[in-house]
């Protein structure tokens, strides 16, 4: 977002070449959410962003809070925690299983994204 030029840059790259399949990893922003981003002519964007698992959890900014591409349920904040992502599925029917775990292991949320949205 603080790079308006280079963003537009890379999603007129995604509608022009129209490359199916496309999601963002993201991190260091000491929470965890993913995010649905929709724009004309594309299939929903969506950005895991996964931290922190080794350093203090912080508390967002205000203007964070009330994302409204962010998939509801996927926000945790305060919380050590760590994503994992597993792709299954046979050709033509692939899934894309993102989860995220707190630091003991405990899922605290999971999300499956089939391939057929990212077209």
């Known amino acids: 977002g603080k790079y308006p030029a280079e963003q537009k840059e890379l ?3 995604l509608r022009k070449t129209k490359i199916p399949g496309v999601v963002f ?4 922003r ?3 959410e993913l995010l649905a981003r929709r724009e004309p002519g594309l299939y929903p964007l969506y950005e895991l962003t996964s931290s ?7 508390q ?3 203007e964070e809070k009330n994302n409204p591409a962010r998939v509801p349920g996927t926000w ?3 919380v050590r925690n760590f994503s ?3 792709v299954s599925g046979k050709e ?7 989860r995220t775990l707190d630091a003991n292991g405990k899922e605290l949320w999971r999300r499956d994204i089939k391939a057929s949205e990212l077209k």
């Open 11 to 13: 999603l007129d790259f």
């Open 84 to 86: 994992l992502l597993e």
């Open 76 to 78: 945790v904040v305060g």
């Open 25 to 28: 990893l993201s991190g260091d």
């Open 30 to 32: 000491h929470f965890t």
């Open 52 to 58: 922190p698992l080794t350093s203090g959890p912080a």
């Open 92 to 98: 033509g029917e692939r899934v894309l299983t993102l």
């Open 60 to 62: 967002p900014k205000d």
